[in-house]
């Protein structure tokens, strides 16, 4: 089974019908089809950043993006550093 993606506009009126209509979380997961924890998920990531919940497939958080970029400098200076002695060991091998 494939897993299901779910627009930021579909999320967004989906915790609208929750908080501003007055529909249980149960009810809406029905009419929805949606699994009520995955509502209340939604819920709790509009309630705690409005502006950043639901980034979007592909696109992280400004936190997230500061916590990812020592691991890619890390990264980046491994290549550069192993880069040297895998051309040594490739020409090594295509001289003999």
Request: glycine share 4%; proline share 5%.
């Amino acid at each position: 089974m494939q897993r299901r993606k779910f627009s930021r506009g579909f999320k967004v009126e989906a915790v609208r019908l929750i908080k501003e209509r007055g529909v249980s979380v149960a009810q809406a997961a029905r009419d929805l089809d949606v699994q009520e924890n995955v509502l209340r998920k939604w819920v709790r990531e509009l309630a705690s950043d409005p502006c950043q919940a639901f980034p979007g497939h592909g696109q992280i958080k400004p936190e997230q993006l500061e916590i990812e970029k020592p691991w890619q400098e890390v990264a980046n200076l491994k290549a550069e550093r192993d880069i040297p002695t895998m051309a040594v060991a490739y020409f090594a091998n295509d001289v003999a």
